[in-house]
């Protein structure tokens, strides 16, 4: 959250610097099954966001300390390549990359069925490569689909979405303008089905009644975003199945 700069984030008709009105999202495109050689993976592109997810495991945890003896540790990678913002970013990880690993892989391990798979890790790797503002939930909605898409038992899909306060107005997913001059961002990782909120974070000033309302914006969109998750993953197994059937009909 920047600071106030003279550039007007919402004009007198109510319209974002983009043409967007307050509730309105970015558009959203989720493709599943991206990579041949992970066990599953994603792709997403938000608003002009572009992120990639890769799924391996479960396999052995490695280094062993950091097996648990009656579940599985979801290991998190979140990089931003150092092209992916407009001044090059240095290679590695950063104390906000390592940040954000932490908590996707804490709220991914609460929809993985975690404790099927003792001692195992399973490795998730979210790379960006285009950053335009709010990335984590991007790479949360992203490395949800991968997780399905490797066949990993989970209890549902997780959904990332933010909302903020732009120019005292509750906005939902803010763009790059918003989130540098904008007054609060607040990320979110939700559950649609159960409506448990797995991740929770905010950044600015909001008062109490904002945030309801910028957690109400997001819970509305998430339920959206879920069935482009669905929808992406259902294409992958229609052509899965397609592959199969060609393959079988290729032998006979």
């Known amino acids: 959250m920047g600071m106030k700069m003279d550039i007007e984030l919402i004009d007198k008709n109510g319209?974002?610097?983009?043409?967007?009105?307050?509730?309105?999202?970015?558009?959203?495109?989720?493709?599943?099954?991206?990579?041949?050689?992970?066990?599953?993976?994603?792709?997403?592109?938000?608003?002009?966001?572009?992120?990639?997810?890769?799924?391996?495991?479960?396999?052995?945890?490695?280094?062993?300390?950091?097996?648990?003896?009656?579940?599985?540790?979801?290991?998190?990678?979140?990089?931003?390549?150092?092209?992916?913002?407009?001044?090059?970013?240095?290679?590695?990880?950063?104390?906000?990359s390592v940040e954000i690993s932490k908590i996707t892989s804490e709220a991914l391990e609460h929809v993985v069925m975690t404790e099927l798979f003792p001692r195992s890790s399973i490795d998730v790797f979210i790379e960006v490569l285009q950053a335009n503002a709010g990335t984590r939930c991007a790479g949360l909605t992203a490395a949800s689909v991968a997780l399905a898409d490797a066949g990993i038992p989970m209890k549902d899909l997780v959904v990332g979405v933010a909302s903020g306060k732009v120019d005292d107005v509750v906005v939902l997913d803010l763009g790059k303008e918003?989130?540098?001059?904008?007054?609060?961002?607040?990320?979110?990782?939700?559950?649609?089905?159960?409506?448990?909120?797995?991740?929770?974070?905010?950044?600015?000033?909001?008062?109490?009644?904002?945030?309801?309302?910028?957690?109400?914006?997001?819970?509305?969109?998430?339920?959206?975003?879920?069935?482009l998750q669905k929808e992406a993953l259902r294409k992958r197994y229609e052509m899965i199945a397609r592959e199969e059937t060609e393959e079988i009909e290729g032998v006979q």
């Open 15 to 96: 319209l974002r610097i983009d043409g967007r009105k307050p509730e309105e999202l970015r558009p959203i495109k989720i493709e599943a099954g991206v990579l041949k050689r992970a066990d599953g993976s994603a792709y997403v592109e938000w608003g002009k966001n572009k992120i990639l997810a890769a799924v391996y495991g479960p396999r052995e945890a490695h280094p062993r300390h950091l097996q648990k003896s009656n579940k599985a540790i979801v290991q998190v990678r979140y990089n931003m390549a150092p092209f992916s913002v407009g001044d090059r970013k240095r290679p590695g990880p950063d104390r906000r």
């Open 178 to 227: 918003e989130d540098n001059y904008g007054q609060a961002d607040v990320p979110m990782g939700y559950i649609p089905r159960t409506g448990e909120i797995v991740l929770l974070q905010m950044d600015g000033d909001m008062t109490q009644e904002e945030l309801f309302k910028a957690m109400e914006m997001s819970m509305d969109a998430a339920k959206y975003i879920y069935g």
